[in-house]
């Protein structure tokens, strides 16, 4: 069984973003580029379907299993001493195991990213994605290094771009929309939100262990790994308060 890393619009998780927040110091480059790469590699990989290189029914099938175990995280891999394997908590970021799977990743990332990427700069931005990702996914294969199921997605760094975002831009508003308010779209600060989302994690990752797919622990480890990152390195008297350009033209509160 495949495992996923998934956006805040997979899985259980009951809340989701739908704001935007465009950032005013920069093109966010990085953003869009990541986002165009995982888009172009799913496009063009045997997961979507329309390449017909890697042909119907059961050649498709084989094909997709061979994909993911080729970027994938494989825990037993991983963690048996493989040097290739040590690169593929990198490479799954832009692998995704369905469309649903990968626009919820996009879209949080091309919610949350811009802002962030203009307060770090490209290259720390880069080195957060990077680090954040490697260590959810790692940590994820480590809850079961015998195990022989890829987990693939970019969710573990993005989960490490909303804790960095959650301690920079605690007062930003997003869109939120709720399930239990029949999908009710509400604006709420980054305060309220991702915390939310955060706890929700927990018994998630609980209950993954039944067979979600979802790679909760990842989440979990993302979003921790990129709000201590962000407290280490700007501590908690540089936080952008109410200068915060809301999301979506919001004045702040």
Known sequence: MLRKARGLLGGRTPGG????????????VVTRTLIGLCFLFFVLGPVSGL???????????????????????VPAELFGGSPEALLTPLTAFFVHGGWLHLLGNLLFLHVFGPLLEARLGPARY????????????AAFAAADPASDQPLVGASGAVSGVLGAFLLLFP?????????????????FPAW????????????A??????GSG????AHLTGFLTGFLWAWA???GGTRVSSADRATEGDSQP
């Not at 309220?192 to 018994?203: G, H, Y």
Request: charged share 10%.
């Open 214 to 217: 979802v790679a909760y622990l």
């Open 205 to 210: 990752a609980r209950g993954a262990a039944e």
């Open 192 to 203: 309220v939100v991702l915390p939310f989302w955060f706890a929700l994690q927990w018994p």
């Open 126 to 137: 880069l080195l957060l994605h990077a680090g954040t990702g490697y260590l959810a996914l």
């Open 233 to 235: 390195r700007y501590g």
């Open 17 to 28: 973003v739908a704001g935007g927040a465009a950032a005013d110091g920069g093109p966010a």
């Open 171 to 187: 007062r930003a508003r997003v869109t939120s929309l709720f399930p239990f308010l029949f999908f009710l779209p509400l604006r």
């Open 51 to 73: 390449n017909p290189a890697h042909g119907t029914g059961a050649e498709l099938i084989t094909a997709r299993n061979d994909h993911f175990r080729l970027w994938g995280v």
